[in-house]
Structure formats: structure tokens, C-alpha cells
């Protein structure tokens, strides 16, 4: 059941979502046990490739370059780089790494080879790769799902209707089109909204709503509270209280239910309680790790506790979904062909030039 029922209407999940709380919470706990396995939470990564300066204007983004805010853009990593931090996440209980560059879409261009790379070598860690790369087309993703992509995020963040008073530089319907393009080369899809940022309960309803009425709603929710950054246009904005993150999750899980609902940014400003309350209406998901792309996040071992505490495992990379495989990338292959070419051309050249006695002008430099 991919889609519950009982709540496709905007009427109905509203009265779900104002349900007397520990009511919500009880149902959400039953419907999470009879799709999953309540003990087990998948501890993800989220790691930012490429830092800052997004020509977007997503309001709540400290990435965007028109806002000045303390982020410290960078250029993109390298393979060596992501493959470091890869093992690191790894080693600390992460199952899924997510690769996070501040882009308004994606180029077909050599930093996209990299993160092609990147996906490769990540895929054959055995972790579930997935990567926010901002727009995409239906080729690009067809270039991830053969590199060995398990995941594409990409949020819609809230309702149609509120979106516009949040973003202004790309519209619903291009998130609804790179969202689909990623279904279509059969990539799992993660995409879900940020509450707290002004919107009305209605707005987050909506949201909902616009995952229904796809034709196969993402296997992956990320619920977020916003986290307001000093700088951006949504600074000002009062955390929200952590019941409302337990009624979105529980409200989301009760919707969706074989979906994995993720408890993503703002745990900073919950108690390990409301974290509980989160688990136990069907929160499936975390992000580890003390960054989430810019923002701040518990430590790997405050998490590690919690689940000691709490009695919850580590959930296992592919539980959800067959590991990729890996295919050759054509142009990938072909630059390589080229380079490997090029070298031996050059060897081929000194080794010429030694046997015929040449050797290297000396270059002297007169220094007055
Ligand atoms: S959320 Fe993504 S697209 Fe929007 S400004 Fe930030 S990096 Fe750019």
C-alpha cells in the first residue's frame, strides 16, 4: 500500500494531522509496524560536494549566492575526497551517503563526470549513493541509475501554493519534471518539504497532496524543520516546537505508508523525547554526521547513544532495494581511452628524444 486510502483528501489528512497527539502518534506507530521493522533506523550521510554560491533564490538556502552568510563556498570535491569521507560515514554506522552540490541544475560538463566517478566508487562500497545535484534532465539521470546511483534527492518543500513565497527562480513544475525524469531511468526517489517556514498547516498538507497525486508516490520522505540561518530572507523565523515535526512525521508516515520517512534537519532543537516520539510514529531515517550539507547536526556519537538508549539498530544499506550495478559511462571511458592515448604518445616522444642524444634546453634566467 503505497498511498493509504483513508486519507487522499486535503479534508482528511488535515484531520489526521489534528488529531489529538498521542491518538496520531499511536496510529502512525501502527501502521510503521506493519510495513517495517520499527527497531531498525537507516543512519544516512549527507555530505556537501560542492559549497556556495547556487544562482538560486530558495529562501531558506544559506548557499545561495545573493544572501551573505557565513558559508564558505568550494568548488567541487574531488573522487579521493568523497571516497575519504565515504569510508569515514561507513565506519561510523552510515549506510547511505548523500551528495549534496549547490547547483541550479546539473551540466554536462567535467565536473559532472567527477560526480559520475563519484557515484561509482561510492556504489562499490557498498553504500546506498544518493546525490541533490539540483535540476535534471532525462539523460543525466540515465547517466546516474548506470553509475550506480540508489537515490535521487529533490524536495518539493512545501505546497504549490506557498512555494512562490519561497522560491522565485525555478517553478513547482520543474521540481515535479526532474523529480519524474529521475523515476523514469528508474532511480528511487527521496524528495519531501521543510516546515517552519511560515507556511500553514494547510501548506504542509499540500505538500502531501502533491506527492498522492503522482503516480508512484518517493520512497523517501525527508521531513525538515527549518533551520534559519542568519543572512537569508527566513532569519527571522521562530524554530517551531518539536510537536509539530511529530505530527508532520506521523501524518506523513500514516499517508505513505511503505515509504521511509526521514527525520532530517533541525534534531538540534529536539530532546532525545520528541526524537523518540519521532521513532516511534515511524520516523525510519536520520542524518548523521555533525553537518548536514551547511547546517549543524548531532554528532555521530550523541546518535550512537540514542540508539543504545533507545534500543534501535542501524539499519543495513539495500534493505529497501537491490544494490546497482555499476555499467561503464561512455564518455568516461572515452576520456580515459584519450588520456591513456596521449600518454603513451608522450612517452613514446621521450623516449625518442633520449635515444637520439637530445636533451633538454636549459633555460637560464638573468637576474640583473
Ligand atoms: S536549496 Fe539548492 S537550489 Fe536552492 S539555493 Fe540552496 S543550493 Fe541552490
Known sequence: MKVNPKYNTKEALLELYNKPLLELVFEAATVHRQFHDPREVQMSSLLSIKTGGCPEDCGYCPQAARYHTEVDAHKLMSV??????????????????????AWREVRDNKDFDNVIEMVQAVNAMDMEVCATLGMLNENQAQRLKNAGLFAYNHN??????????????????????????????????????????????EDRIG????????ETPPESIPINAL??????????QKPIEQWEMIRMVATSRIAFPES?????????????????????AGAGSIFAGDKLLTTPNPEFNEDKEMFDILGLIPKASFADGEKPETKPDPIIEARKKKEAERAEELKAAREASEKNGFQPRKVTTIVD
Open 80 to 101: 579521493e575526497q568523497v571516497v575519504e569521507q565515504a569510508k569515514n560515514a561507513k565506519a561510523n554506522g552510515s549506510s547511505r551517503l548523500c551528495m549534496g552540490a
Open 207 to 214: 505538500m502531501l497532496l502533491s506527492y498522492m497525486a503522482m
Open 260 to 280: 521511509v520517512i526521514r527525520l532530517s534537519a533541525g534534531r538540534t532543537k529536539m530532546n532525545m523525547e520528541g526524537q523518540a516520539l519521532c521513532f516511534l
Open 156 to 201: 518539493l518543500d512545501t505546497s504549490p501554493e506557498f512555494y512562490g513565497d519561497v522560491i522565485s527562480t525555478r517553478e513547482y513544475e520543474d521540481r515535479l519534471n526532474t523529480i519524474e525524469n529521475a523515476r523514469k531511468a528508474g532511480i528511487s526517489v527521496c524528495s519531501g518539504g521543510i516546515i517552519g517556514m511560515g507556511e500553514a498547516v
Open 227 to 236: 533551520v534559519a540561518v542568519e543572512g537569508t530572507p527566513l532569519e527571522e
